[in-house]
C-alpha cells in the first residue's frame, strides 16, 4: 500500500519569501499525487494534482509543485507567499488503479506566514 | 451551486450518547467518505461508500456506523462506543472515474 511522509509539521515564513512545503511517498505502483489546503475551520480545498505527463504542476493561489520518481518526492512551491497563505496543507497519494477507499494523507504542514 | 453540504457545523453532546452527522452532496459523485481529523495526525478514514446499500470499513471504524440509502446521502453516526469521539469530521466525495476527491466543510463534534 501507498504512503505519504511531510517532513515538516511547522514551516514558519516571512511574507513575500519562499517557501517549499516537502513530501514523499511510498508506493510499489504508479500513483496520482495532490496537495490540499485547509484553512481554520473549514473543509479541504484542492491546490494542485499530478497525474502523468509534465513533472511541474502548476496550481492556484500562485503554488506549484514537481513530481521526482526517482526521489519518490512531491513538494509543493511559491516563489514568495502572502500572508493569507497561511494554512494547513496535506500531501495525498492515490493507487489509480486500487479501490476508491485507497488514498492516503500525509499528517499536514502549517505554514504560517509573519509579516 | 454543486457541493457537499455537512450539517450541523458545531455539535455538543453529552458522553453516552449516540450523535448523527449529516452529508448531502448534489455532485452525483458515486463514492463517498467520512474522515475524522485529530490535530497533527491527518486524515484518517472511517468508512466509505462506492454504491447505494454498500459501505466499507476503513482504518477506524470502531464505534461508527454508516447508512448510503440514497446517492446524494451518507450520514455518520457516532455511538457511544466510540472513547474519544472529540474530533473533526470531513466527509467527501469523487465519482467511480474521477480522480480527485472532494471535501465539504466539516463538522466539529464535542463530548462533554
Known amino acids: 500500500a501507498q504512503s505519504v511522509t511531510q517532513l515538516d509539521s511547522q514551516v514558519p515564513v516571512f511574507e513575500e519569501a519562499p517557501v517549499e512545503l516537502r513530501c514523499n511517498y511510498s508506493?510499489?505502483?504508479?500513483?496520482?499525487l495532490f496537495w490540499y489546503v485547509q484553512y481554520p475551520n473549514q473543509g479541504l480545498q484542492l491546490l494542485l494534482k499530478y497525474l502523468s505527463g509534465s513533472t511541474l504542476v502548476k496550481g492556484i493561489n500562485g503554488f506549484e509543485a514537481e513530481f521526482n520518481k526517482s526521489q519518490t518526492s512531491f513538494h509543493l512551491r511559491k516563489p514568495s507567499v502572502h500572508i493569507s497563505d497561511t494554512a494547513e496543507y496535506f500531501c495525498?497519494?492515490?493507487?489509480?488503479?486500487?479501490?476508491?477507499?485507497?488514498?492516503?494523507f500525509g499528517a499536514g504542514t502549517r505554514l504560517t506566514v509573519k509579516p | 451551486d454543486g457541493g457537499i453540504t455537512q450539517s450541523p457545523k458545531y455539535l455538543f453532546r453529552k458522553e453516552g450518547q449516540n450523535v448523527t452527522l449529516s452529508c448531502e452532496q448534489n455532485l452525483n459523485h458515486d463514492a463517498m467518505y467520512w474522515y475524522r481529523q485529530d490535530p497533527g495526525q491527518g486524515l484518517r478514514l472511517i468508512y466509505y461508500s462506492q454504491i447505494v446499500n454498500d459501505f466499507q470499513k476503513g482504518d477506524i471504524a470502531e464505534g461508527y456506523s454508516v447508512s448510503r440509502e440514497k446517492k446524494e446521502s451518507f450520514p455518520l453516526t457516532v455511538t457511544s462506543a466510540q472513547k474519544n469521539p472529540t474530533a473533526f469530521y470531513l466527509c467527501?466525495?469523487?465519482?467511480?472515474?474521477?480522480?480527485?476527491?472532494?471535501f465539504g466543510e466539516g463538522s466539529w463534534l464535542t463530548v462533554v
Open positions: 508506493s510499489s505502483v504508479s500513483v496520482y
Open positions: 467527501a466525495s469523487r465519482t467511480f472515474s474521477g480522480n480527485t476527491i472532494y
Open positions: 495525498a497519494v492515490i493507487n489509480p488503479t486500487g479501490n476508491n477507499n485507497d488514498m492516503r
